[in-house]
């Protein structure tokens, strides 16, 4: 990873808030979600979208819940990872193409941000490391992503691409356990 940003990494919690607020924007990074997606029912998401996922996700933060961590370059948030045991995204447990590989509890990495500018740089592949370590401090043993794979033929655009690309898990030392259509990517913490 030639030429790749130096970063910390740092937990979102309650006092870091407004660095996020700062690095997805007015419009909640795609389109008003906040990291919301995973979190709710389809209907019950589309009626927050917006300012009621934004008011939704602090909610959590307030609670002292940690959902992912935050990527700073030079003091300024530059990328966001969620991450949390997948018993944190209900819309998982709905996903049949996203179902289970086995019994194993698992973390999982569902949603990457990187600011504008800064695409195309390495971050989410060091957000991936950072997500490994911060799970590995939490006692998790077992980490997940769900990325897309980048077709030759289209050029999916970075902002729309939420979940990741399969290669940046792969560069992160993640595999694909499930051998499906969609592939569930899978590293020990």
């Given at each position: 990873?030639?030429?790749a940003?130096?970063?910390?990494?740092?937990?979102?919690?309650?006092?870091?808030w407004?660095?996020l607020?700062?690095?997805?924007?007015?419009?909640?990074?795609?389109?008003?979600?906040?990291c919301?997606?995973?979190?709710?029912?389809r209907?019950?998401?589309?009626?927050?979208?917006?300012?009621?996922?934004?008011?939704a996700?602090?909610?959590?933060?307030?609670?002292?819940?940690?959902?992912?961590?935050?990527?700073?370059?030079?003091?300024?948030?530059?990328?966001?990872?969620?991450?949390?045991?997948?018993?944190?995204?209900?819309?998982?447990?709905?996903?049949r193409?996203?179902?289970?590989v086995?019994d194993?509890?698992?973390?999982?990495?569902?949603?990457?941000?990187?600011?504008?500018?800064?695409?195309?740089?390495?971050?989410?592949?060091?957000?991936?490391?950072?997500?490994?370590?911060h799970?590995?401090?939490?006692?998790?043993?077992?980490?997940?992503?769900?990325?897309?794979?980048?077709?030759?033929?289209?050029q999916?655009?970075?902002?729309?691409?939420w979940?990741?690309?399969?290669p940046?898990?792969e560069?992160?030392?993640?595999?694909?356990?499930?051998?499906?259509?969609?592939?569930?990517?899978?590293?020990?913490?």
């Open positions: 990873m030639a030429g940003a130096k970063l910390e990494f740092h937990p979102l919690t309650a006092e870091r407004k660095d607020e700062s690095l997805f924007g007015p419009r909640g990074a795609c389109a008003g979600c906040w919301m997606f995973w979190k709710l029912p209907p019950e998401f589309a009626r927050r979208q917006g300012e009621g996922n934004r008011r996700f602090r909610k959590i933060v307030r609670e002292g819940v940690v959902p992912g961590i935050l990527a700073y370059s030079g003091g300024k948030p530059v990328g966001w990872c969620a991450v949390e045991p997948r018993s944190a995204y209900p819309a998982l447990a709905r996903s193409i996203l179902a289970p086995d194993e509890p698992v973390w999982s990495v569902t949603c990457f941000y990187v600011a504008r500018g800064r695409r195309r740089q390495g971050i989410t592949v060091q957000l991936l490391r950072a997500a490994l370590k799970v590995r401090r939490r006692g998790g043993r077992i980490v997940e992503g769900y990325p897309v794979v980048p077709r030759p033929c289209h999916s655009a970075t902002a729309f691409a979940t990741g690309f399969a940046a898990f560069a992160a030392g993640f595999s694909d356990c499930a051998g499906r259509k969609r592939p569930i990517m899978r590293r020990r913490a």
